[in-house]
């Protein structure tokens, strides 16, 4: 390894904006987990420019889900690569806009914090540009261990939703876990205990961090924040509940409306 600090023992950490992409070397170029913001593309390029990749050696992209900040640039990639993603994306990529049918915020910080988010930067509205598959582009629709193998990727794609119903994880063999939002490290301050700031279902959410401690997963590598070790997860299981999820304003009662 070399002493880029993009280059950690897993691949290359690319950090655009508000989410972290994940490089993972193929047998043919790199497989790139999530984008950013549409906004972010730019910022994306000089980061890879920096760590020595060019545009077109990324064959694959993997999106852990379909959110604005994870499929944002997607469009400016997409000729030439192969996507990656769960079989119920394909109508959420092409919607182009976060699925809101469900769930809510993890608690009240978390929803201040979206406020004030939303008033600095108007551009976020939680859509994005749609984002249609072709038909050799990967859906998976379980667990899969063989996909990414036959990549020359030592590794399994899991399923693991409840974050949105389209999300999965990439879990290499010697434990490293990517997790997208299935789990974040910020903003702790906010209390929100390793847990994602948005949740679709929570018991599906709960139950697919019982999947990860029970996959083999040891160190987990977020789209948001730094890495941590899976114990967190069992640290903090159970720690919110339908209950306490915040889907409507406390003071006006308008739908919480932040992915
Ligand atoms: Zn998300």
Redesign the pocket.
Known sequence: MTDDPTREVMGIKLSPGATNCYLLEADRGYLLIDTGYEWEYRSFLAQLADAGVAVDEIEYLLLT?H?D??VGFANELLEGVTVIAHEAAEDLLQAGENDRSGGGLLNRRVYYLAKVRSWLTPEWDLTFPPVTLRDDDMLVDGDDDQLLRELGIDGTILETPG??PDSISVLLDDGTLFC??AAMSRPLWAGIKYH?I?ITDVDQYYESWQKILGSGAKRVYPAHGDPFDVERLREHMGAYSDDSLIERDPITSRYADF?
Do not use: K, V
């Open positions: 889900h959110h900040d994870h974050h949105t997208g939002d994602t948005f992915g």
